[in-house]
């Protein structure tokens, strides 16, 4: 899921520290960069991508995805980020019944340290688990991997009841499947680039 890195259109609360124009060449950085770790693992015939924009229009949409060397890419529309993950579940289900595809991976686009086994690890534990979450240090997440377990019976169980964008997005999401007998595991904590002080915490 990503989000058109736009003159004055993304990372407003970086574009704070150091400026609408050096704000979108990071964005156009990370996204570049986070499509390039999931084509590797496509191109092993190991996942199909599917990028999520907002942003722009339709047109435009196509224009990005086909510079990216993406086929497949949807509008994220309107709503909360729950609402937006949901709609893609929806979109999505035709095309990973037909190519019985059983599971599903979100990844945001601000995550610089992102590597390919953060996705092999991913893939793997969902073998064993209905639910991988990526916590990020502002106590949401940069990665959720939903299982074919929930796919069928608790597609919305992950997004309600979310304050999002705040510090309790990951433990309002692990309570949503406290009274479900589904299990889930956490990969390793990231960092998430919002503002100067993520890309500080990196040094």
Not at 5 to 15: A, E, Y
Request: with cysteine; hydrophobic share 35%; aromatic share 8%.
């Amino acid at each position: 899921m990503t989000k058109w890195h736009g003159f004055g259109r993304c990372k407003t609360r970086l574009s704070k520290d150091i400026g609408k124009s050096n704000a979108a060449k990071i964005q156009s950085v990370m996204t570049k960069h986070t499509i390039s770790v999931a084509k590797f693992l496509q191109e092993n015939k190991l996942l199909d991508i599917s990028i999520a924009i907002t942003g722009l229009g339709v047109g435009n949409c196509r224009k990005w995805s086909r510079e990216l060397g993406i086929k497949k890419f949807n509008l994220q529309g309107k709503g909360c980020l729950g609402e937006k993950m949901k709609r893609q579940i929806i979109i999505n289900k035709k095309f990973c019944a037909r190519h019985k595809i059983k599971n599903i991976i979100f990844i945001g686009t601000d995550l610089p340290d992102l590597c390919h086994q953060d996705l092999l690890n991913t893939l793997k534990e969902l073998q064993h688990n209905d639910l991988i979450l990526g916590p990020s240090k502002d106590g949401g997440y940069w990665l959720i991997g939903l299982s074919e377990k929930i796919m069928l019976s608790h597609t919305y169980l992950p997004f309600i009841n979310i304050k999002w964008g705040t510090e309790n997005v990951l433990q309002n999401t692990i309570e949503n499947f406290a009274s479900k007998k589904l299990k889930y595991k956490f990969l390793d904590k990231k960092i998430d680039i919002d503002t100067i002080i993520d890309i500080e915490n990196r040094k």
